[in-house]
């Protein structure tokens, strides 16, 4: 049958948010879906029948994907498998590169779904990358299109990407409002499909980041809804890790170390090692935030550290892992430290979302406090309160406002007691 019937067969599981453990459950394992998807297993009269059923569609629909390709469906699948194969390498510029030339002869040959699918893969890789601004644009057109209103799975997918995006451009209230229709779209699939879990670790990280901490935590609950005994290994993980993110920043250690130790247990470095840097930036971060200075804190940290010098994240990355250890500095006391890596970090703070640069700015002002030097230390807080106010993290504006009060107020106090004596 060739690539032809793979691609196909890949591009109709994404539509229905599917997973490949989710298309084989119970019958079929995941490396077999894949080797289907990428051509290099031919499926039997009985295969093509039972994956009709599951994908709701006729078999005679399944049949028809084996007809023979022509070059430009030939030239279509070996981008695409270009595409994957440096997706899989980590080599992000080069799979959206691919991925776009999947994109454009899937669009010269008039099959819409698969152009659709491979501008979405060019999306993912160009978030992965860092290049926001391309990707936004990207998704805003793929969300425009037919296929995207006509699709719950495909219109919540490109409203979550969009999310995703808003969150690290810092513009939280519109991130928040695109992951809530990601949300309500999502409610037409099956439960704990992984759009739908998408959905909602997307609003839940921008509910978290915009400071409403009892909205994120009450759609923790309708999240952890989603996935029971039977999701798979990864997903559950991911659900526990967001879970455990959110119970921390709301200082209930003991929720927040539960869903963490067992995130910690679902998710593996050898399956994984992107993942699991991430689940070990966020896990120390919030930590942190929540004032946990332990040694579990330090060895999240110390785990970050390596992973990322592994799979080499992007420029933000490497700035939020260094802050994440500034902040360490910080709350155990080691202020001088702080404040050179804080500095460091400051200098190149353009590379940040506005509110993660503006918890720069703060932590470096509160750091300057510490040390007695507040002339700068109010110039640092005051450019955090702006960041925050343009992100719409008001909470965050309120510390900020609060830091640069308590400097004032000392300054006042200092003067008068000067004047008087």
């Known amino acids: ?23 084989g459950k119970d019958l079929y394992s995941p490396s077999y879906i894949s ?51 440096a997706w899989d390498l980590r080599d992000y510029p080069l799979a959206a590169s691919h991925a776009a030339s999947a994109a454009q002869i899937a669009l010269e040959g008039r099959n819409t779904s698969a152009w659709w699918n491979m501008s979405y893969m060019q999306a993912e890789c160009l ?38 995006v808003y ?17 309500a779209v999502a409610q037409q699939l099956s439960k704990g499909s992984i759009i739908t879990v998408g959905a909602y670790r997307a609003l839940i990280g921008a509910l978290a980041e915009s400071g409403r901490l009892d909205d994120a935590w009450k759609y923790c609950q309708d999240l952890l809804g989603q996935v029971d005994e039977d999701a798979m290994t990864q997903l559950a993980g991911e659900v526990a890790w967001v879970v455990g993110n959110v119970a921390f920043m709301r200082h209930d250690y003991t929720e927040g170390v539960k869903h963490h130790e067992r995130a910690a247990r679902l998710l593996s470095p050898a399956n994984d090692i992107e993942l699991w840097a991430r689940f070990n930036k966020a896990s120390a971060a919030v930590r942190l935030s929540s004032g946990i200075v332990e040694p579990e804190t330090l060895a999240a ?52 979302a506005k509110h993660t640069a503006g918890e720069v700015s703060l932590l ?9 030097e507040l002339d700068e230390a109010l110039v640092h807080l005051e450019e955090a309160r702006k960041a925050f106010a343009t992100a719409g993290a008001q909470d965050r504006v309120q510390q900020a406002l609060d830091a640069i009060l308590e400097i004032k107020l000392a300054q006042k106090r200092a003067a008068a007691s000067s004047k008087a004596s």
């Not at 998807?37 to 049949?63: D, F, H, N, S, Y």
């Not at 592994?310 to 250890?325: H, M, Q």
């Open 35 to 85: 080797l289907l998807e990428t051509g290099r297993r031919e499926p039997t009269a009985e295969v093509i029948e039972e994956l009709a059923r599951r994908l709701e569609l006729a078999p005679k629909a399944l049949e028809a994907w084996s007809q023979p390709i022509s070059v430009s469906d030939a030239e279509y699948v070996l981008a695409g498998l270009y595409a994957r194969q």
């Open 1 to 23: 049958m060739g690539n032809g019937f793979g691609e196909k067969l890949r591009a109709e599981r994404l539509e229905r948010g599917m997973t490949q453990a989710e298309l």
């Open 167 to 183: 969150q690290r451009q810092g513009q939280l209230t519109t991130a928040v409002d695109l992951a809530t229709d990601a949300v």
């Open 127 to 164: 978030l992965k990358h860092g290049d926001l601004l391309e990707c936004r644009q990207l998704t805003e057109r793929l969300l425009e299109h037919p296929m995207a209103r006509e699709s719950a799975g495909l219109g919540a997918r490109a409203r979550q990407m969009l999310a995703v």
């Open 301 to 352: 940290i110390e785990r970050a550290e390596l992973a990322f010098s592994i799979v080499s994240g992007t420029k933000s990355d490497e700035l939020e892992v260094a802050f994440i250890r500034a902040r360490w500095l910080y709350l155990t006391g080691d202020i001088v430290a702080a404040v050179e890596k804080l500095r460091e970090i400051h200098a190149e703070r353009a590379e940040l």
């Open 364 to 372: 470096l002002g509160k750091s300057l406090k510490a040390s007695g």
